[in-house]
């Protein structure tokens, strides 16, 4: 799913190509797609885009006439920028918005069909696709403590929670939680100050770092490739292949249709977090550390 690094990228590309420009069509190519149905879908073409914004991991379109279309692209949900009336491209374009310049294009990979677009009226309308996650790049060191402390979670559980913390999702949380040397699994109420202050300044760095990498890399051109692998992130995707600040193999927790990433080194301090399928299978013959599983394969290989 595209995070703030992400979504600001795409925000940064769209700005100079749709802000000023009229909606000449909106043309839908699954009938899903719009979850909305007062104002009509129609009720946005001939208006003038005003301004777009980020809400959350939404993307929010200003159009005049007190109009928003709230676009979430979910995790398959992707942009692409063509020309002029350019076709929806075959079972995965799902809607297309005209403009003078060009054609904005949503698709969305697989069968699932999550992406959604939502016309509303008014700002106030906003308030319903707004979880209250507070916005990590906007706030200091003591409103983000007070928001981590509402309720005991898992580190991995807190970063990733729409309603705590707005737009980190599977793949920066654990780029974040790798810089700040902590387990994904720690409680939050257990932090200690240092690793309070560690936490929030990996936040700040990790996304901040990323969004402007990613806008240097594409440069001028839309953004074809928003993808959550990155080869230069440190364990997000990275399973058994080395830390690149220690060298142990990356370690990772499956679990639903996410998983966490981690160093066993350096944020576990060698312990290796039980994958519960695995654990189940293997019973008391789960290794507890890193040392024990290496030693396990060095004999198995004698």
Known sequence: MPELPDLELYLHAL????????????????????????????AVEGRVVQAVGRLGKRLVFEIDGDLFLVLHLMIAGRLRWREPGAPLPGKMGLAALDFQPGT???????????????????????????????????????????????????LKRALTDPHILSGIGNAYSDEILHAAQLSPMKLTASLTNDELERL?????????????????????????????????????????????????????????????NYCSRCQTGGKLLSDRALSRLLGRDWPKSLEEMENRRRRAKQ
Not at 15 to 40: A, D, H, K, M, N
Not at 206 to 218: I, Y
């Open 15 to 42: 700005r100079p190509r749709v802000v000023g420009q009229t909606i000449q069509r909106l043309r839908i190519g699954s009938p899903f797609i719009v979850r909305t149905f007062e104002p009509p879908a129609s």
């Open 104 to 154: 904005l294009i949503l698709t969305e990979a697989g069968s699932r069909r999550e992406a959604s677009i939502h016309i509303v009226r008014s700002i106030g309308a906003l308030d319903d696709f707004d979880a209250g996650g507070l916005e990590v790049l906007e706030t200091d060191l003591q409103t983000f403590a007070r928001r981590l402390f509402v309720e005991n979670h898992t």
């Open 200 to 260: 929030f300044h990996a936040v700040l760095e990790t996304l901040v770092t990323w969004t402007e990498r990613l806008r240097a890399q594409a440069g001028d051109r839309f953004p074809e490739k928003v993808t959550a692998f990155h080869p230069e992130m440190a364990v997000h995707g990275k399973y058994g292949k080395p830390c690149p600040v220690c060298g142990s193999a990356i370690q990772r927790i499956v679990y639903a249709r996410n998983e966490a």
